[in-house]
């Protein structure tokens, strides 16, 4: 059961054919708990460990969950949290990272990964940050989709554009392995010069050539 007090702040209704979806945001680590969640998020872990993951980001310090829920049932999120602390964009005060965003295969292809972005980032709180995605092809859902790993990253940078991500260049070396993996960066308005500056310089550290 849904407990009123622990409902989010911000609810957007999205209905379809095949029923009413609710985005909203961020939700609380009580929200997320008594919800159940759709058996087919299984793209980065089993569906009950990302429902764990979802509910430890709801509850660390600066982590944001927004949510796509059928009825009780999760079928999608976005989550944002601090960078892992083994990689180089932990150093910098004002980053957080995309984690990742996720839709339901059987919900997939209505739109929903684009409005939940797009609710996400009208969160004011998000324009004090860089927000950043790592995207490594092993992560994507070739086989389920039917993309090559060139048109998947397309569509990644299509769908990530929209709420203003652009893609970057660095000698970051996961990001290297791949030709196909990517970083994607979006500077919120109210992030201060120097911080700025600091990002710029934290994009190449190795290379002479930039």
């Known amino acids: 059961m849904i407990l009123d007090s622990e409902r989010p702040k911000n609810i957007k209704q999205f209905n379809l054919p095949a029923g009413t979806i609710y985005l909203e945001g961020p939700a609380s680590s009580g929200y997320i708990t008594p919800l159940l969640i759709n058996a087919t998020l299984s793209n980065l872990r089993s569906p009950t460990r990302q429902k764990e993951a979802l509910m430890l980001t709801a509850n660390s310090p600066e982590g944001i969950v927004y949510l796509a829920r059928h009825q009780e049932e999760i079928i999608g999120y976005v989550m944002f949290h601090y960078p892992s602390q083994y990689t180089r964009w932990n150093r910098h005060p004002r980053i957080l990272e ?91 308005k109210m992030v201060n010069k120097i911080y700025l500056k600091a990002f710029e310089e934290m994009i190449y550290q190795q290379s002479l050539v930039r």
């Open 98 to 188: 995309l984690g990742a965003v996720e839709v339901s295969s059987t919900w997939q292809h209505r739109g929903i990964a684009s409005e939940l972005l797009k609710l996400a980032f009208a969160n004011n709180t998000l324009e004090e940050y860089i927000v950043i995605t790592t995207e490594f092809h092993w992560h994507w859902d070739l086989k389920g989709t039917g993309l090559n790993v060139w048109s998947y990253q397309k569509m990644l940078i299509k769908l990530f554009g929209k709420v203003g991500f652009k893609k970057r260049r660095t000698d970051d070396p996961e990001i290297l392995e791949h030709p196909a993996n990517m970083l994607l960066a979006r500077s919120g």
